[in-house]
């Protein structure tokens, strides 16, 4: 059994800001704990727009605080997402959110990530495995 805070998480490797600087996020569970599964708790900032695409990973978001439009630019759309509400990215779909106040929310991946995975220059989070012990 794993027991853990995010305020066990905060100023640690867990911790990973974005090198865009437009959030954060507490990397709560990572491949390394092989569940099959990821799970963070991220913050992004109030202003800001992050344009992603996950090609490589299944990503469902809980929004638990703050709301943001999101963008799905594979059909056009835009969603206002609020406190309850949900997003399953599972078409990989290219999306961009626009958060109008800091934005909380509660992250699965699948496949997992290691916690080393900032998005690329298309918005992409590499597929990074972790290393073999032993």
């Not at 305020?7 to 974005?18: F, G, L, S, Y």
């Not at 992250?107 to 990074?128: A, I, K, Q, S, W």
């Amino acid at each position: 059994m794993i027991v853990r805070s995010l305020k066990d998480i905060e100023n640690t490797e867990r911790h990973v800001r974005a090198a865009s600087g437009t959030w954060e996020s507490k990397r709560i569970v990572l491949a390394k704990e092989k569940v099959g599964f990821s799970l963070h708790e991220t913050v992004l900032y109030a202003g800001t727009e992050t344009s992603m695409w996950y090609a490589n990973h299944i990503e469902a978001v809980l929004c638990v605080e703050g709301e943001a439009e999101l963008t799905d630019h594979e059909s056009g759309e835009t969603h206002w997402i609020e406190p309850g509400t949900m997003y399953l990215l599972n078409g990989h779909e290219r999306h961009t959110l626009r958060p109008k106040t800091d934005f909380r929310c509660v992250c699965v991946f699948n496949p997992p990530v290691t916690g080393r995975e900032d998005h690329d220059e298309n918005g992409v989070y590499p597929l990074m495995t972790e290393p073999e012990e032993g």
